[in-house]
């Protein structure tokens, strides 16, 4: 009779070992497509930096085909850069090393302010997905406004998709 016991016993722990076994290997998440990187801008030279400060902000009537229901786009050469500003002067940004991603926060009061932009990209699913964080000081004024923001990045992938998501 105990070697029975010990025999079912002994049966019901492989069982449940094989049982353990098999969830365990369900649930693996190597290919499961959640691999994001974050993407680290580059800080350009003093006199690109000025100069892009100038043209993406509020109130400038240059930028066109820049609606203000856009939430961001990456340009990939001069020639887009050109096309969203009918009459600034544009810096010379070497686009075979750098992307640029410039874009535009509806915000809900003129004292809010941009804290954080972070972008990371996802290569299995070929996915760029740019975080914006708005700070919302306390006293704020109430009005609609607009908040643009420019990144200058590492060459960027043409072919992934974008997402955005606002802090």
């Given at each position: 009779?105990k070697?029975?016991?010990?025999?079912?016993?002994?049966?019901?722990?492989?069982?449940?070992?094989?049982?353990?076994?098999?969830?365990?290997?369900?649930?693996?998440?190597?290919?499961?497509?959640?691999?994001?990187?974050?993407?680290?801008p580059?800080?350009?030279?003093?006199?690109?930096?000025?100069?892009?400060?100038?043209?993406?902000?509020?109130?400038?009537?240059?930028?066109?085909?820049?609606?203000?229901?856009?939430?961001?786009?990456?340009?990939?050469?001069?020639?887009?850069?050109?096309?969203?500003?009918?009459?600034?002067?544009?810096?010379?940004?070497?686009f075979?090393?750098?992307?640029?991603?410039?874009g535009?926060?509806?915000v809900?009061?003129?004292?809010?302010?941009?804290?954080?932009?972070?972008?990371?990209?996802?290569?299995?699913?070929?996915?760029?997905?740019?975080?914006?964080?708005?700070?919302?000081?306390?006293?704020?004024?109430?009005?609609?406004?607009?908040?643009?923001?420019?990144?200058?990045?590492p060459?960027?992938?043409?072919?992934?998709?974008?997402?955005?998501?606002?802090?």
């Amino acid at each position: 009779m105990k070697s029975k016991i010990l025999k079912l016993l002994l049966f019901y722990s492989l069982l449940l070992a094989f049982c353990v076994a098999l969830l365990g290997a369900g649930c693996n998440n190597e290919d499961d497509g959640d691999e994001w990187i974050k993407v680290e801008p580059i800080i350009p030279n003093i006199s690109i930096s000025a100069k892009l400060d100038s043209i993406f902000l509020e109130g400038n009537d240059c930028l066109i085909d820049f609606q203000k229901d856009t939430v961001y786009i990456i340009l990939f050469s001069q020639k887009e850069l050109i096309e969203i500003n009918k009459c600034n002067t544009m810096p010379n940004i070497n686009f075979d090393e750098y992307s640029l991603v410039v874009g535009i926060v509806k915000v809900s009061s003129i004292s809010d302010s941009i804290s954080a932009i972070v972008l990371n990209s996802n290569e299995i699913k070929d996915v760029y997905n740019l975080e914006v964080s708005i700070h919302e000081p306390e006293g704020r004024y109430g009005a609609v406004g607009f908040l643009y923001f420019w990144r200058l990045y590492p060459k960027l992938n043409s072919g992934y998709e974008k997402k955005n998501n606002y802090k």
